[in-house]
Nanobody, 115 residues
Framework: QVQLLESGGGLVQAGGSLRLSCAAS????????MGWYRQAPGKQRELVAT???????NYADSVKGRFTISRDNAKNTAFLQMNNLKPEDTAVYYC?????????WGQGTQVTVSS
């Protein structure tokens, strides 16, 4: 059984910063990719950023230059540093990992950016 524990969400003013964390635990052989997705009210879940085990990254165009994904492989933890936040970044942010045995989602953490 794999568990993902997310933290770091909250309420911030536009232009502010937040750092999300996602710690994976349980029966994990190896994590190939760790990523963050988000879902705003009334919208589909969308990719924010992913990072492969080798370090390659992928970002949504809307967050490039503002968000940075990183990971600590030794601790099976991923981070999302979010700077210059905008009201349109308001959403529930979900962590997802891809392993040799499948993909797993976290429970989500709310990020609210006020104007």
């Amino acid at each position: 059984q794999v568990q993902l524990l997310e933290s770091g969400g909250g309420l911030v003013q536009a232009g502010g910063s937040l750092r999300l964390s996602c710690a994976a635990s349980g029966s994990i052989s190896s994590i190939n990719v760790m990523g963050w997705y988000r879902q705003a009210p009334g919208k589909q879940r969308e990719l924010v950023a992913t990072m492969a085990s080798g370090g390659s990254t992928n970002y949504a165009d809307s967050v490039k230059g503002r968000f940075t994904i990183s990971r600590d492989n030794a601790k099976n933890t991923a981070f999302l540093q979010m700077n210059n936040l905008k009201p349109e970044d308001t959403a529930v942010y979900y962590c997802r990992i891809g392993t040799d045995t499948g993909g797993y989602w976290g429970q989500g953490t709310q990020v609210t950016v006020s104007s």
